[in-house]
């Protein structure tokens, strides 16, 4: 509800001589808002303050173990409770069949009398004198739960129309069977402003109905618009699709061409997590199970586990109300453009959040980068000065041996259309680079048999998501073989490189054995795998050269390219930077198998509700002291390797399954656009691609 506009629709009829009863409105109107504090009635009341703004609410929960005294406490410490709710103008109360029968139906206690007899009843408190605040109405909102008896529809309206309750006091039945929370508390606050802007009092010649009659709505049936059960902080809505869905319930009076005024839009909808309708989550998983080697003398190990990741992908998901849309196999092209599609998707429908698992074979490759930059400082030393900056950068495999960056794939859906995760079941190993050890051993912990695995007869054998390695010796000569091969490599890289430098005139400096360049090298060779002697050999080679062998062959710290990390997007990858990912036999990969567990875990143990950054931690706990490698072989087992997650959300993602179903439904039925997404088959539509590409 925008409070601005409405008060300054006060101003407005107050200027064109409109008679309000007891003088004009305040120039802030305050909202009172009492319920009692368990979860239902909390997110009701949270969804509202999120409409009317929290500045504009003054709220009031009765703690749900005392709602049989509440009434008592109302009355007999009244002054505590008045200091926080009698200040409002208006009143809205919120009635569930929870506590019908035992708190709001007492006939000798009816909250409405009591609220009335609070709020206008004289203070020995001065500066609290409620008695002459002018307070406008009470509206009383029942919402049938469907966990107790039902308020029945003309019990309710008895109850609240009847001659004792002061006709001040509006009320509505809703269900919660037919609304989600925020499409119901969007429809609360858009009559609270109706009986805002109704005028107190009429002329002679006015003909409407007077606000003595009592508002009596039934329980409404109807089906809402989509919503999304994934709470962030508030409930947000949509402006710009309300705004063009005709839905707009503004009492406007006569019909006209102009566009009428939503006054249930929030000020601070300037992001589009203010701007979009909430509606259903989805997920799009990618899996390769084999390999077209893009060179024949490098093929890649066939993933067999894929299958089964799925269907507990297509499982998990679907429990928590989403769709799920799998592409198998696919070739770098065509994962690109399924990418694009499906970025098209979210920019279309704007899902409550988008996720995308890949599960394929990776690696992490080293990219050297020249940067060039003016030297102001010190001229002498030229015009320019070369620096060259070595990054990890993460490719994903595909099924004809091509890949991709992991950050080309996220860099595909910005700018975000909706929240979105990714997760990544892919190695991140690196080769080819010196010293580097691609596993975790890890350390040894104490701990109590609770391996998933540990009562098993047979293990289950783990494979690397990365390239293979063929050749199987011991690890000293492996070590020593490694050595020999990268020294010998590196010296003629030396070679060639001194031999570029000085055909192109590079600027000798005459260097001092103690300069800090020539000591800088030296300790840079000693870490290295040279041996001394080759050591001594390439400081000679590169003698005046020190500077620029440096930068070439020792940059900057070699870190790993981060993949982007928009605003309110979280990744996620199966490894740390560096080290491999592992696939169990028959279970899929690690990251999957324990991200699927956990979903089913708390379903099972608490259905209404999941954090999903709270599962992601444990996720990653219980793959760090359940999981350990078991290849059948003493030098590949035992290896941990443990998520590695960072995200740039603002507020937690909160998904309550039952409402996202539910609205998975409705979605297919209001919307023609979900339900062409519902029929889309990423694979079918790719190989339609195929075809038409071959026809032509």
Known sequence: MDVKMLNDTFRRDSENGVNYENGVFGSILHCGLLYVANRTCSELANEIRGHLGKDNVISYGIEEEN?????????????R???????????IV???????????NEKSNKIPNKLEE?????????????????????????INTNKNDEIKKKEFNEYLGSQSISSKVFHMLKSLEDYTDSRLAKEIVEKFSNLCTEKPCHDTNDTSTPNSTPVQTPVISKKPKLTLP????????????????????????NTSDTTEIDFTVPVTSSTYKDLQDKKPGVCLYIVELEFEPEDGNVPMEKRHSSFPEFKKIEGAFESLGCYVKRLTNPKKQAAENVLRKAKNWCDNLKPGFFVLIISTHGQEVPVITKENSSNQEKPSEGTSKTRFKKEMVHQLFFH????????????????????CTFFIQACRSRFGVINHVNYDKGVAVLLKSNSEDALKDIPLTDTVDAIPSKIKISKEDEEKRIRDITASNKMTEFQKYMAWLKSIDATSTASKDDS???????????????????????????????????????????????????????VMFASAPGKEAYNRERQGGWLITNLVAQIKETLDQKPEKVDLLTELIKV?????????????????????????????????????????KKAKQLAEEECSEWKKFSDWDPNKDEQARIRVKDEV
């Open 67 to 79: 709602a049989t005294v509440a009434i008592d406490k109302l009355t007999q410490t009244g002054i």
């Open 81 to 91: 409770i008045k200091r926080q709710i009698s200040e409002a103008d208006s009143f």
């Open 94 to 104: 919120i009635v569930t069949d929870v506590h019908w029968n035992t708190f709001w």
């Open 118 to 142: 609070l709020l206008e009843e004289e203070d020995d408190d001065k500066s609290y004198d409620t008695a002459s605040k002018n307070h406008k109405f009470i509206m009383v909102v029942g």
């Open 230 to 253: 994934v709470s962030t902080e508030e409930g947000k809505i949509n402006a710009a699709a309300d705004s063009h869905s005709g839905n707009s319930k503004v009492d406007g009076g």
């Open 400 to 419: 004809d041996g091509h890949t991709l960056s992991t950050k080309e794939i996220i860099q595909i859906f910005e700018p975000l259309s909706c929240p």
């Open 516 to 570: 800090k360049e020539v000591l800088q090298l030296r300790e840079a060779l000693k870490c290295d795998v040279f041996k001394p002697q080759e050591t001594e050999d390439i400081m000679v080679l590169c003698k005046g050269y020190e500077k620029y062998t440096l930068d070439f062959f020792y940059p900057e710290p070699t870190i790993s390219d981060p993949a982007p990390c928009a605003n309110d997007s979280l």
């Open 620 to 660: 990653s706990g219980r793959i760090a002291f359940n999981y350990e490698t078991e290849t059948r072989s003493l030098t590949d087992s035992g290896h941990k390797s443990v998520p590695c997650l960072y995200h740039r959300l603002s507020e937690d993602i909160i998904i309550w399954p039952e409402e996202m």
